[in-house]
């Protein structure tokens, strides 16, 4: 069982700038696929950024260039770098992640992910 606990939610302005942080319980294995989402109140959950272990990435249009995900060296906690923020993007926002035996191709946004977190609440008012 892997446990992810996702902190740094909160209130900001239009503009501002929130970090989100997930702390992983298990380390990166070889193939290791992380991704933020987000559902915000009377709408469906949606795919914001994803992360493969080995670096690469992928982002929902509505975040690209405003977003940035990344994890630490001890690769235990993920990071979304959240800047420009809008109103929209008022949501709960829940770190996820799942692991495999074999290669990369498996993980984008609609990745089934086994592991997930509480998440936290991000409210951006205008």
């Known amino acids: 069982q892997v446990q992810l606990v996702e902190s740094g939610g909160g209130s900001v302005q239009a503009g501002g700038s929130l970090r989100l942080s997930c702390e992983a319980s298990r380390g990166a294995d070889a193939n290791r696929c992380m991704g933020w989402f987000r559902q915000a109140p009377g709408k469906t959950r949606e795919g914001v950024a994803i992360l493969y272990n080995y670096g690469g990435t992928a982002y929902a249009d509505s975040v690209k260039g405003r977003f940035t995900v990344s994890q630490d060296n001890a690769k235990r906690t993920l990071y979304l770098e959240m800047t420009s923020m809008k109103p929209e993007d008022t949501a709960m926002y829940f770190c996820?992640?799942?692991?495999?035996?074999?290669?990369?191709?498996?993980?984008?946004?609609?990745?089934?992910?086994?592991?997930w977190g509480q998440g936290t609440q991000v409210t951006v008012s205008s």
């Open positions: 996820a992640a799942e692991f495999r035996d074999y290669g990369s191709g498996w993980c984008h946004m609609g990745t089934s992910f086994t592991y």
